[in-house]
């Protein structure tokens, strides 16, 4: 499935240097969200959760080279920035959100996502994960 195309191309990046330390941390976060079952959405409380559990995982020096990437905060306190990012970029609002099929179901079925156009949280982080590793042909 894409989650674990995904979840192992990401994991296998980031084993490449100790300073992707954060990126590997960021990588989980996003396995993490990729595997819930049973959410109906997430507000500012749920993506903080998330960086708590991230930097919680961070030794020193990695938290550190995270916060000097974040300007001086941290994954908590910039959990919120796409909830942000959509009232002053509202195109971004489609990549924030992943479209699942009513009925809703336990579970998230990778392949049953409706990402019209190409505009959705999935497409986003494929784009994201290339620019990320270099990759800006994509």
């Known amino acids: ?5 995904l979840s192992s191309a990401c994991c296998r990046f980031s084993k ?14 996003i ?3 990729m595997v819930v079952v049973m959410v109906n959405g997430w507000d500012v409380d749920g993506h903080e959760a998330v960086g708590m559990v991230a930097m919680s995982a961070l030794d020193g020096r990695a938290s550190n080279q995270l916060k000097r ?3 001086g905060k ?3 306190e910039d959990a919120g920035w796409a909830h942000k990012a959509e009232s002053a970029i509202p195109w ?23 990402c019209p ?5 999935l497409e986003a982080i494929k784009i994201f ?3 990320a590793k270099g990759d800006t042909s994509k």
Do not use: W
């Open 1 to 5: 499935s894409l989650c674990l195309r």
């Open 16 to 29: 490449m240097s100790k300073i992707f330390r954060v990126r590997k941390i960021l990588c989980r976060c």
């Open 31 to 33: 396995q993490m969200m």
């Open 69 to 71: 990437l974040l300007q």
């Open 74 to 76: 941290d994954a908590v």
């Open 92 to 114: 971004s609002k489609p990549l924030h959100f992943i479209q699942q099929p009513e009925p809703f179901s336990n579970t998230l079925v990778i392949n049953d996502i409706t």
């Open 117 to 121: 156009d190409g505009q959705c949280l």
């Open 129 to 131: 994960y290339d620019q």
